[in-house]
């Protein structure tokens, strides 16, 4: 195990080894949570996307950034799309995911996985910055709390929503690309989004998540951090009943319904996302996976640089065979 000079006032690999974390469970599902999920998916797909390009951002890594928009519930989110330079056919189509803070430019999600490739980059719901929604706060710590009370009135599903929606944009901008083939990517809340995501939208046929949050629940409720999960414990402390709600909204949970092929990127040290929710999320896939082990997340070290190079390398060579 790495071993980290820290000043947090928990250990952020929370005691545990790399086989520990290999046997972490999932948690059950709720009796209805495929109906739960499936209405909410069926819901998306009738919403017309109706995008709108806006201006050429910038061209860079062999592809051309412009502003986008498109409806999605609860109102048109913003975001960026991203198309294959010089005007040439796309190959491949992905929906990348953004962490819990937001997104105001497309940074480091280029170069995309495969060349030749489109992808579409939301800006979710109540995100800053082209995803902000009147009533619904934008700093992550509140924002996860947002309808926290209620099964149907969580934020973190007009999120997930937000990802069908923008599937749904790219496949009708870049006409080339066939759906069932498209691929995603997600890291930290992005891939907690995307492991719910996923099991009910065969447009989807492989993704890569990093770092993923909202694995198990239950144990994520004891377990200390500086993230989004530290607002939900300290919330439920006053209010247990929120673990009702939050079973349906388990990445992990969600991942026991996931058959196509995922890599996941789950850290050993993690002060932000609990490390035993991470890896719950990788043990719990029904389909093909691949395990790409991080020494740290959320954790600039000595080795930041390398480890971010190996992963972008995994990822290529993963799309490259799941995506041919």
């Not at 409720?221 to 989004?228: D, E, F, N």
Request: proline share 10%; aromatic share 8%.
């Amino acid at each position: 195990m790495p071993r980290f000079t820290h000043d947090f006032p928990f250990d952020p690999s929370h005691g545990h080894t790399l086989d520990d974390l290999l046997r972490v469970p999932a948690p059950e599902a709720p009796a209805d949570f495929d109906a739960f999920w499936r209405a909410r998916y069926s819901a998306a797909r009738r919403i017309a996307p109706e995008p709108r390009t806006g201006a050429l951002v910038e061209e860079r890594d062999g592809a051309r950034v412009l502003e986008v928009s498109y409806a999605s519930v609860y109102g048109r989110r913003g975001g960026w799309l991203v198309l294959p330079a010089h005007g040439a056919p796309a190959r491949h189509g992905f929906v990348i995911g953004h962490g819990y803070g937001g997104r105001d430019q497309p940074g480091p999600d280029l170069p995309l996985p495969l060349p030749r490739s489109a992808a579409l980059l939301p800006c979710v719901s109540g995100m800053p910055t082209r995803g902000l929604r009147d009533g619904v706060p934008p700093l992550a710590r509140d924002h996860v709390l947002h309808g926290i009370d209620s099964r149907d009135g969580y934020v973190i599903g007009d999120c997930v929503t937000d990802l069908w929606c923008a599937a749904s944009a790219l496949l009708e901008l870049v006409p080339e690309l066939t759906a069932g083939r498209l691929g995603y990517l997600g890291e930290s809340f992005g891939g907690g989004l995307g492991a719910l995501a996923l099991p009910w939208d065969d447009r989807f046929a492989a993704a890569q998540l990093t770092v993923p949050t909202f694995g198990n629940h239950p144990l994520r409720l004891t377990l200390p951090c500086t993230g989004s999960g530290e607002a939900v414990r300290r919330h439920h402390r006053d209010h247990p009943g929120i673990t009702e709600v939050l079973a349906y909204y388990d990445a992990a949970t969600a991942a026991t319904r996931i058959t196509v092929p995922v890599l996941v990127a789950p850290a050993l040290f993690d002060p932000v996302v609990p490390p035993p929710g991470q890896f719950a999320v990788h043990g719990a896939l029904a389909g093909p996976r691949e395990l790409h082990v991080l020494d740290a997340g959320h954790f600039e070290h000595e080795g930041t640089k390398e480890a971010q190079e190996a992963l972008r390398a995994a990822g290529a060579d993963f799309f490259s065979r799941a995506l041919g």
